[in-house]
């Protein structure tokens, strides 16, 4: 199976600044890659396909780059609605598989 | 407007079959572009996918879970079911379909169903 690891584990930031979340892919997945935004209690949100598409309806503050093995996800200026666990998965292989989420907690 | 909701039972009890099934609406189990995945996530843990069905009826499934999952689906009900056998407490999780579609992934969600494994 295709291992996602995620980094960091734990993001702490304030409102207004510029966050980076990096997934690492154990071999390359191209760019089929999907950025997750999952609040407590709720199903996760697709914010991101194709590693840098954004899916409707999605704040242009959102952005994902990379490709092969190695992506990120960008919040340019941080909203307080943005506070959330992130979770990037990989759909080039099956069995599909997640990174292990990134949660992004208010300083 | 594509909607997805899991149901099924909120407890079931160790080494007893689980049976879930998603209704879908707003897009058809036969469109070849389209399928749906099933999704699972313990208590305070992170997401692990299950399975997938294909509009053809080719399912694809978690190396992990392979020997007890069995995804099928009813085109004409708009239904897609998810049996998993000999439940454990770890098990217990909330259970997600999710509408998969060639080249973008899940982009749709049901809200998910809370199954708790217990005697």
């Known amino acids: 199976d295709i291992q996602m690891t995620q980094s960091p584990s734990t993001l702490s930031a304030s409102v207004g600044d510029r966050v980076t979340i990096t997934c690492r892919a154990s071999?390359?997945?191209?760019?089929?890659l999907a950025w997750f935004q999952q609040k407590p209690g709720k199903a996760p949100k697709l914010l991101i396909y194709?590693?840098?598409s954004l899916h409707s309806g999605v704040p242009l503050r959102f952005s994902g780059s990379g490709s092969g093995t190695e992506f990120t996800l960008t919040i340019s200026s941080l909203q307080p609605d943005d506070f959330a666990t992130y979770y990037c998965q990989q759909y080039n292989t099956y069995p599909y598989t997640f990174g292990q989420g990134t949660k992004l907690e208010i300083k | 407007q594509v909607t997805l909701k899991e149901s099924g039972p909120v407890l079931v009890k160790p080494t007893e079959t689980l049976t879930l099934t998603c209704t879908v609406s707003g897009f058809s189990l036969s469109n070849p572009t389209m399928g749906v995945s099933w999704i699972r996530q313990p208590p305070g843990k992170a997401l692990e996918w299950l399975g997938h069905i294909f509009s053809n009826d080719r399912v694809s499934y978690s190396r992990s879970l392979r020997s007890r999952l069995t995804i099928s689906k009813d085109t004409s009900k708009s239904q897609v079911v998810l049996t998993m056998t000999v439940m454990d407490p770890v098990d217990t999780a909330t259970y997600y379909c999710?509408?998969?579609?060639?080249?973008?992934?899940?982009?749709?969600w049901g809200q998910g169903t809370t199954v708790t494994v217990s005697s």
């Open positions: 071999q390359t997945i191209t760019i089929s």
């Open positions: 194709k590693a840098s």
């Open positions: 999710a509408r998969g579609m060639t080249d973008y992934g899940m982009d749709v």
